[in-house]
């Protein structure tokens, strides 16, 4: 059973980075066909997807937040983390770290509790 857990701080003071760590049990972060990403949601709205980071180590962001993400992995710990800098209040929200099945269609398979990020000074 694959099971994901986030961890980090849970308030962010405005214009610094947030910074989450998933870690991920049952499963590698390097099998093929699968990627591991970040999604969040705000007060009040929907999901909104962050980006993901494949098996070989390749990156890919949600345009809007591109300027601002950078997601890294540690295959010898089996994790991978999240970096949003410069953040404000609007970047408030729950955070999910997921497990991306690449194949003919996409879908999340396995995800984290969740871990709530307010930003506030």
């Known amino acids: 059973q694959v099971q994901l857990q986030e961890s980090g701080p849970g308030l962010v003071k405005p214009s610094q980075t947030l910074s989450l760590t998933c870690t991920v049990s049952?499963?590698?972060?390097?099998?093929?066909?699968?990627?591991c990403g970040w999604i969040r949601q705000p007060p009040g709205k929907g999901l909104e997807w962050i980006g993901f980071?494949?098996?070989?180590?390749?990156?890919a962001y949600s345009p809007s937040l591109k300027s601002r993400t950078s997601i890294s992995r540690d295959t010898s710990k089996n994790q991978f983390t999240l970096q949003l800098s410069s953040v404000t209040p609007e970047d408030t929200g729950v955070y999910y770290c997921v497990r991306v099945v690449v194949g003919t269609t996409w879908y999340y398979d396995y995800w984290g509790q969740g871990t709530q990020v307010t930003v506030s000074s």
């Open positions: 980071i494949d098996n070989g180590g390749m990156t």
């Open positions: 049952g499963g590698s972060i390097t099998t093929d066909y699968y990627r």
